[in-house]
């Protein structure tokens, strides 16, 4: 649930760089973060499931 969270004020986040900067070069770096971020969250929440 916290995942789906966190993609969707990503994706706001990448809608409204884009409104605000039209440079598509923020845009990679957005996506690029975001999908690091959600992958290390998942990783670390499967480690502690593990456990």
């Given at each position: 649930?916290l995942t789906?969270i966190l ?6 986040m990448?809608i ?5 900067t039209?440079y598509s070069i923020v ?6 973060l975001?999908?690091?971020?959600v992958g ?12």
């Amino acid at each position: 649930m916290l995942t789906f969270i966190l993609e969707v004020a990503y994706a706001a986040m990448i809608i409204f760089s884009l409104e605000v900067t039209h440079y598509s070069i923020v845009t990679i770096i957005y996506v690029i973060l975001s999908m690091v971020v959600v992958g290390w969250y998942n990783y670390e929440r499967n480690q502690m499931t593990r456990r």
